[in-house]
């Protein structure tokens, strides 16, 4: 059974930072594509992504080179670095993971889902 949970979520001033984390357990971390979604009015919307490899990542465009992901296989964990925080990256944040051997940038691609964090930028 797949278990997964967020920390890292807060309350920050416009132009600040916040560093999600998400912990993984009982998967084979280290084949998995890993991702932070966020939502939007219809559905989730990816922000980063990161391969099994952690060779390729993708970024959604609002993320302009401010936010960073990146993975660390010995602890079975991944992370969103979101720098230069704007009031509309305010949001619930998700991470999602998924057994493959590319990185996967689709909602529907990703079976294992976090609880979520909660990012709140004030102006």
């Known amino acids: 059974q797949v278990s997964m949970w967020e920390s890292g979520g807060g309350s920050v001033q416009s132009g600040g930072s916040v560093r999600l984390s998400c912990v993984v357990a009982?998967?084979?971390?280290?084949?998995?594509?890993l991702a932070w979604f966020r939502q939007a009015p219809r559905e989730q919307e990816l922000v980063a992504a990161i391969?099994?490899?952690?060779?390729?990542?993708s970024y959604a465009d609002f993320v302009q080179g401010r936010f960073t992901i990146s993975r660390d296989n010995a602890k079975n964990t991944h992370y969103l670095q979101m720098d230069s925080l704007k009031p509309e990256d305010t949001g619930t944040y998700t991470c999602?993971?998924?057994?493959?051997?590319?990185?996967?940038?689709?909602?529907?691609?990703?079976?294992?889902w976090g609880h979520g964090a909660m990012v709140s930028v004030s102006s």
């Open positions: 999602a993971a998924e057994p493959a051997t590319r990185v996967l940038t689709l909602q529907r691609e990703y079976k294992y």
């Open positions: 009982g998967m084979n971390f280290k084949w998995a594509s």
């Open positions: 391969s099994p490899d952690g060779a390729s990542t």
